[in-house]
């Protein structure tokens, strides 16, 4: 089992940066593939990032890529999201979860979640 807890969101005015973090329970951290994904109000829950075991090994989806950072802390059991030129379309529940194997882009596949944690972009 894994638990996992998110911090790190607010309101923050378009151009702005924030910072995610998820905390994870657990021993076996650094088997688990992370991601962060998000959820807009009446839309489907939406791939963001993901990291493999390593960190160099990572996937963004195209609408973040180059603003985004996802990174991990195995030692601190923590994963992390950096935000940096905020648009208001970026405003969502950002939820982490967490899934034994490869990196994956999709939601479905992941096993383990956290209760999410808002992120507000006024324009």
């Known amino acids: 089992q894994v638990q996992l807890v998110e911090s790190g969101g607010g309101l923050v005015q378009a151009g702005g940066s924030l910072r995610l973090s998820c905390a994870a329970s657990g021993r076996t951290f650094s088997s688990y593939a992370m991601g962060w994904f998000r959820q807009a109000p009446g839309k489907e829950r939406e791939f963001v990032a993901a990291t493999g075991w390593s960190a160099g090994n990572t996937v963004y989806a195209d609408s973040v890529k180059g603003r985004f950072t996802i990174s991990r802390d195995n030692a601190g059991n923590t994963v992390y999201l950096q935000m940096n030129s905020l648009k208001p379309e970026d405003t969502a529940v950002y939820y982490c979860?967490?899934?034994?194997?490869?990196?994956?882009?999709?939601?479905?596949?992941?096993?383990?979640w956290g209760q999410g944690t808002q992120v507000t972009v006024s324009s």
């Open positions: 979860a967490a899934r034994l194997g490869g990196l994956v882009p999709t939601a479905r596949v992941y096993d383990y």
